[in-house]
């Protein structure tokens, strides 16, 4: 048993999403893995966790200031600071509140905040360490230093006043602006090793902050690989290698769940690559069968099949998510998606077929988007109603947000559109609803307004929406409005010439033939 003196705290932090607008920040309803899995590896480690889940408990502000005063006293060994890409100005404004409570402690950061962002959070923010690859590979060593010398970790980079060291370990080392960046080589991650198949702890994570009631069960998420193999030209992947977990390690993330949720009844997997194969679909499938959960995922229009439709259905996939993203071949092609929308449209009557709720994942605003993509994205749906056999979730749109990592964000900084990477790094945030760049030839209004008329032609298409909400209406209204020159008054349909403009909304609004 581990003496009193021996103990160490250390900060476990997950910041909010939302920075500059409180008003929208809403908690999360996915289980944070990647933070579950820190917990683990922490208490493993011999550390006592604090944990200060801004996000889950959806904390304003001034509750987390709060916190720090009351915690004040404390000595914690570190900061852990796990987070996107998209939390970079909530990150940036608790580091330094942290700063100011504790001084002398280190602040580290890991994530997909630290692999792409290393140098904006270790020059302008309070942050230490940057945490550059999985946790299970870096966070064991770091610790056992005691964050103090960090010369022979590997996959990190840190602050130094001064110097370049050579490392023995024959690391990759480089220093600017004060930053010492150490790499791996390039080396193959074996997630059947045991180093790496970390079950998340969720003890003194409040669960149902991110779980939600399905019928009488409740939910929650497991993954079945890591990486993607592909590259398409809008995603930011922080794991550049594919990986497979074994499925023996798959069935344990399905037992501790069980252990921690009591209740559970659906699994959803956040990973891409559960329908990898049939083979593979097969084998989870007879796994989600034994433990008599019902369960999701997302699939692959190159590999999904009605063989693969019908084996999932019958081992309790309910809902099937597609990253689609668009019906135009030449919108298809930019992204490098690697499918046609024939293809799509096919994949999507065989799990229609099979009896599965399709979830499309689709993006507006790519470059080169106009009329005309949209209105192959709208026949891609067409009649697909007919084939629906059970309650549909319904399709939407995200505008299209150049991330970093990906193709598209170092070509809008290449092209000058983004001007300044910090000033960008601080709008992301809240998600995919906002208009960051306009790749479009339209303004944003009538970008917002195509994203809402679109929005409704493929929910009615897929007999989700019977008609179109009125909100969707009210914005297409305005949008009409302001292109013929009107301005909507309460008197909206009396005056002939608003009784055309209120034609001509329904006509925006119409299914495509």
Known sequence: MQNRDQVREILLVHPHTYFHNPSDRRGSDTLPIGFGIVNRILREQGFIPTILDIQGQNLERHQVQTFLSEHRSKRFSAILISAMSTQYAYVKWFAQKCRETWPDTKIVVG????????????????????????????????LKTDFKDLTGIPSIAYRKSEGYQDNTLDLKIEVCLNVEIVKHPIVEI?????????????????????TWMMDEYRTGNAMSARGCPFSCTFCSKQFEKFRLYPIDFIE????????????????????????LNLKRATEISLLMKKYKLRWSCNGRIDTFTLEMAKVIKEGGCHTVSFGVESGSDKILAAMNKRQTAAK???????????????????????????????????????????????????G????????????????AVASGLIKNEEDYLESLEGGFNKIRINFTNWPN???????????????????????????????????????????????????????????????LLRIID
Request: aromatic share 10%; charged share 20%; net charge positive.
């Open 111 to 142: 994530g997909c905040l630290a692999h792409f962002n290393y140098l904006n959070l270790l020059t302008k923010t309070a942050a230490n360490i940057a945490i550059l690859s999985e946790a299970e590979n870096t966070l064991p060593g770091l």
């Open 190 to 210: 074996d997630l059947n090793d045991p180093a790496y198949q970390v079950l998340p702890s969720y003890e003194g994570i409040d669960l149902e902050a991110y």
């Open 252 to 275: 344990k993330q399905i037992v501790s769940m069980k252990e921690q949720i009591p209740n559970l009844g659906y699994v959803m997997f956040i990973d891409e690559f559960v329908l």
């Open 344 to 394: 799509i449209r096919k994949t999507f009557e065989v799990a229609l077929e099979a009896g599965l709720v399709v979830n499309p994942q689709m993006i507006i605003g790519f470059p080169g988007e106009n009329w005309l993509t949209l209105r192959h994205t709208a026949r891609l749906y067409k009649g697909l109603h007919t084939k629906v056999r059970q309650g549909m979730r319904g």
């Open 396 to 411: 939407g749109f995200g505008f299209i947000t150049p991330l970093p990592g990906s193709k598209l964000y170092d070509d």
């Open 445 to 507: 209004e009538k970008l917002v307004a195509m994203r809402d008329k679109y929005t409704t032609i493929i929910n009615v298409e897929l007999g989700y929406w019977s008609k179109p909400p009125g909100f969707i209406k009210k914005k297409a209204m305005g949008f009409l409005n302001s292109e013929l020159g009107y301005r909507i008054k309460s008197n909206l349909g009396k005056a002939p010439a608003l009784k055309e403009t209120t034609k001509r909304v329904l006509q």
